[in-house]
């Protein structure tokens, strides 16, 4: 909707986890340095937490696309780990299998169709690594078991796989009340939020990679959007792209504190329609009128 007007390629502040995005604060380049080593030195486990929104999906797809990268690995990718123990070890081998067979049910022949494909892939030089989003979601303390189990097909100097966990700070909680499961943890990392002067790079890069280079928060703007979101990036991305749109809608050159104040409130107040977004003046609301040349009339998320 307000691509043209910004000069943009693209929308910059979209909140999906695009690797082209990501922004290389120093925790989130130490974050994916220790993911690699996990994964590189064939260890056991590793444990990534962080609050709602700070990047840890982002930063599991660049993992992910590195993995991909070097051709020396098989990756495994759970989103919706809301599963038995017996769901997840048919989901991992469906996975790894290719989903070229029906996966049984019968535990027994699952785990040995799955040691069968960790040697096979062992012999040719290729690493199993399985990732999951959102472990803190995990319901059953036997699913956890289940996959600490896992971690028993191991050679006597190596592990055949790797698994890492990816999950709010309760995961953290969770892991550590199975000692057992604790102790494969070779690398735990906790992402916090940006600093202020990492809010204002990581809106500036964004920028960039959606193809504008001059700025177009001020400064005052860009203090107010850390304020709010207090360094959150999913949040900076909500702020920040209601503040396209709202500045769009005002025809205004640059977004000020005064936009960011008033979407701070709009983003508060759960009565404000989608379409009163913006302030022409203090208190008032400016209606966003759609682009009559788009067949989508979606207004801002």
């Known amino acids: 909707m307000y691509e043209a007007y910004w000069e943009l390629s693209e929308k910059p502040f979209e909140n999906t986890p695009d690797p082209r995005f990501l922004y290389y604060s120093q925790e989130h380049?130490?974050?994916?340095?220790?993911?690699?080593?996990?994964?590189?030195?064939?260890?056991?486990?590793?444990?990534?937490?962080?609050?709602?929104?700070?990047?840890?999906?982002?930063?599991?797809?660049?993992?992910?696309?590195?993995?991909?990268?070097?051709n020396k690995y098989q990756s495994v990718f759970i989103l919706n780990p809301r599963l038995s123990g017996l769901e997840f070890i048919q989901e991992i081998t469906h996975q790894l299998s290719g989903g070229s067979n029906e996966v049984t049910s019968n535990k027994a022949e699952l785990f040995h169709a799955l040691h069968k494909i960790l040697y096979s892939n062992h012999n040719v030089g290729r690493h199993c690594v399985i990732m999951i989003d959102e472990a803190q979601a995990i319901q059953d303390k036997d699913t956890l078991e289940e996959l600490r189990l896992l971690l028993n097909f191991q050679l006597d100097n190596a592990f055949l796989l790797t698994i890492i966990l990816?999950?709010?700070?309760?995961?953290?909680?969770?892991?550590?009340?199975?000692?057992?499961?604790?102790?494969?943890?070779?690398?735990r990392y906790h992402l916090v939020a940006l600093g202020e002067e990492e809010t204002c790079e990581y809106v500036a890069h964004r920028l960039t990679?959606?193809?504008v280079k001059k700025p177009l928060f001020n400064e005052k703007a860009l203090k107010l959007i850390f304020a709010t979101s207090q360094g959150i990036p999913r949040r900076i991305n909500t702020i920040c792209d209601l503040a396209l749109l709202v500045g769009y809608g005002n025809g205004v050159k640059i977004i000020d504190e005064q936009t960011i104040s008033g979407i701070a409130e709009d983003l508060q107040d759960t009565k404000t329609g989608p379409h009163n977004v913006g302030m022409n003046t203090p208190g008032k609301p400016v209606q966003i009128e759609p682009d009559s040349n788009k067949s989508d009339r979606h207004g801002p998320k």
Do not use: H
Request: aromatic fraction near 4%.
């Open 166 to 187: 990816l999950g709010q700070p309760e995961l953290k909680i969770m892991v550590n009340n199975m000692p057992q499961l604790a102790q494969r943890m070779a690398v």
């Open 209 to 211: 990679v959606a193809g």
């Open 29 to 70: 380049k130490e974050a994916l340095a220790r993911l690699l080593y996990v994964v590189r030195e064939r260890k056991g486990g590793g444990l990534l937490t962080g609050e709602y929104g700070s990047g840890k999906t982002l930063l599991s797809r660049v993992l992910w696309q590195e993995l991909q990268q070097e």
